[in-house]
T-cell receptor, first 115, second 114 residues
């Protein structure tokens, strides 16, 4: 079974500072993908970044980077230089080949950026 | 570029009524999903489909049925709505050919059962 755990219900960060959102996962499948989505107050789900289980390097997309530690089964999202527009819910998700490609989500972290 | 379209966007039902939520995608994706989002619980998978004519149960399938008669459409049905089904429902689709293909989401349907 696949499981995603996000232990931080809420986080605050000062504008222009970096913040790390935690995500741990559990799967017995050797091949899987990890995703982060942003959900602003308007409700839509916005894809941010992807990390494959066999990728050698940590994924980066602009101000977003994924700190992938395979042995610890963690996939933390790092947002650098936070902006007010980063205030949103952030969800970690996983898709495993053995799980018939279903995508499993964590419970989310609400990030608030303080001016 | 429509992507994933859900209808309706809002609905209020009385307990015991039935309804169908429609999800349509124009990206030729094989996989489609229905999730419900409740405060503090993230997105939970209700049902999903790996191709036309196939469906499978997710984490919280009770009280819901689905059909995938056409590749582009995935319908979620509530036969007898209950207040516990008050939620925001999201449909998503993805392509299976590359594992790093993210799921694309619809705008969501806010359902209230009174």
């Amino acid at each position: 079974a696949q499981k995603i755990t996000q232990t931080q219900p809420g986080m605050f960060v000062q504008e222009k500072e970096a913040v790390t959102l935690d995500c741990t996962y559990d799967t017995s499948d050797p091949s899987y993908g990890l995703f982060w989505y942003k959900q602003p107050s308007s409700g839509e789900m916005i894809f941010l970044i992807y990390q494959g289980s066999y990728d050698q390097q940590n994924a980066t997309e602009g101000r977003y980077s994924l700190n992938f530690q395979k042995a610890r089964k963690s996939a933390n999202l790092v947002i650098s230089a936070s902006q007010l527009g980063d205030s949103a819910m952030y969800f970690c998700a996983m898709r495993a080949a053995g799980g018939y490609q279903k995508v499993t989500f964590g419970t989310g972290t609400k990030l608030q950026v303080i001016p | 570029n429509a992507g994933v379209t859900q209808t309706p966007k809002f609905r209020v039902l009385k307990t015991g009524q039935s309804m169908t939520l429609l999800c349509a995608q124009d990206m030729n994706h094989e996989y489609m999903y229905w999730y419900r989002q409740d405060p503090g619980m993230g997105l939970r998978l209700i049902h999903y489909s790996v191709g036309e004519g196939t469906t499978a149960k997710g984490e919280v399938p009770d009280g819901y049925n689905v059909s995938r008669l056409k590749k582009q459409n995935f319908l979620l049905g509530l036969e007898s709505a209950a207040p516990s089904q008050t939620s925001v429902y999201f449909c998503a689709s993805s392509a299976p050919d590359r594992k790093n293909t993210e799921a694309f989401f619809g705008q969501g349907t806010r359902l209230t059962v009174v």
